[in-house]
């Protein structure tokens, strides 16, 4: 049987960790979030397609293309959560199991990481957990494609 997609989507800076507020986002690189991926696809037994993008609207263009061909999402928004409508409604639009990632606990940060729309499109969120967050997130959208065929 094919395995199933699931897009791991990124936002704007995330190309920058492990040098910027290292911190508060750890030592670790996006090539590192990627390489932690890849091993929890392969346990999962599912195919990931992850990529990054500083643009709003790539990162929109992106979340559209998902519709029809991937199974499920998981989705580092960065600072695109806080502020993008037009992110909410790409995710809206897709009809398919989002999970929500930020590494750091932003609810114990600046008032204005607090809210994000992108958690009113995302079946769950992940915040806190450093980049282990992400294999979580993993495992959460496979179980949900298991449990809903
Ligand atoms: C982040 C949290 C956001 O508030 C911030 O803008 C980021 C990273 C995280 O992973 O903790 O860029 O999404």
Redesign the pocket.
């Known amino acids: 049987m094919k395995r199933p997609l699931i897009v791991v989507l990124n936002?704007?800076?995330?190309n920058m960790l492990g040098l910027r507020q290292p911190e508060i986002?750890g030592e670790a690189t996006l090539d590192d979030v990627e390489q932690l991926c890849l091993q929890a696809a392969e346990r999962l037994d599912v195919t990931i397609d992850f990529r990054q993008t500083n643009g709003e609207g790539e990162l929109v263009s992106w979340v559209q293309e998902c519709r029809g061909r991937a199974s499920g999402i998981v989705i580092?928004?960065?600072?695109y959560?806080?502020t993008s409508v037009a992110l909410l409604d790409a995710l809206l639009a897709v009809e398919l199991p989002v999970i929500e990632?930020?590494?750091?606990n932003?609810h114990r940060?600046e008032a204005f990481?607090h809210h994000t729309y992108v958690s009113q499109a995302a079946r769950g969120v992940i915040?806190g957990l450093g980049i282990r967050g992400y294999a979580h997130a993993l495992q959460a959208v496979a179980d949900m494609i298991e449990d809903e065929g």
């Open positions: 936002g704007p800076n995330l986002y580092n928004p960065a600072a959560g806080h990632v930020h590494m750091s932003i940060r990481r915040c």
